[in-house]
T-cell receptor, first 114, second 114 residues
């Protein structure tokens, strides 16, 4: 089983619909992140959470919201989806308590807004 | 703030030839540096990381990278390319003064020619 699991893996939705992408982890890490990947733009940070009560905006948070329901769960919502939110979305985790480590990524959610 | 520049969005090499993927970073404090690989339809996988120990870092699949502070570079190399190395490669930086957020470059797509 994957340590960082994203659901769904693929989703097609209509403009104006609300959609939630979910992420859960079994690594016991305190930090979680949401990125979106667009061709030629790399990965851009949407939101990040350093613990359940610490949620911060990233560089492209407009149009998105998040919820950290538990240490292991971090969901991303698009309140009213628009076509330019079509992208590949990644959840990631890291652990601040064992010295600085790398980010661990889920398999991604491919979202298409039509 | 931290930033990463990857020179060359597309690199092609012949099988058996040297692979060189360039990464330059900007950081006001000593950074941590990472190289990730992304195969089609998959998440990002860590190749190697620099966290202020040895400046020459060896990673998986025969890759290595050298941290050069004077050049603010962290280029990725592999002596002999294999067909299985064809993928997207991302350089990333993080630093304590920005809460150890991860900042990614725009990626380099590596093609290996038989």
């Amino acid at each position: 089983d994957a340590d960082v699991t994203q659901t769904p893996r693929n989703r097609i939705t209509k403009t104006g619909k609300r959609i939630m992408l979910e992420c859960s982890q079994t690594k016991g890490h305190d930090r979680m992140y949401w990125y979106r990947q667009d061709p030629g733009l790399g990965l851009r940070l949407i939101y990040y959470s350093f613990d359940v009560k610490d949620i911060n905006k990233g560089e492209i948070s407009d149009g998105y919201s998040v919820s950290r329901q538990a240490q292991a769960k971090f969901s991303l919502s698009l309140e009213s989806a628009i076509p330019n939110q079509t992208a590949l979305y990644f959840c990631a985790t890291s652990d601040s308590r064992t010295g600085h480590t790398e980010a661990f990524f889920g398999q991604g959610t491919r979202l298409t807004v039509v | 703030a931290q930033s990463v520049t990857q020179l060359g969005s597309h690199v092609s090499v012949s099988e058996g030839a040297l692979v060189l993927l360039r990464c330059n970073y900007s950081s006001s404090v000593p950074p941590y540096l990472f190289w990730y690989v992304q195969y089609p339809n998959q998440g990002l996988q860590l190749l190697l990381k620099y966290t202020s120990a040895a400046t020459l870092v060896k990673g998986i699949n025969g890759f290595e990278a050298e941290f050069k502070k004077s050049e603010t570079s962290f280029h990725l190399t592999k002596p002999s390319a294999h067909m299985s190395d064809a993928a997207e490669y991302f350089c990333a930086v993080s630093a304590p003064n920005t809460g150890n957020q991860f900042y990614f470059g725009t990626g380099t797509s590596l093609t290996v020619i038989p």
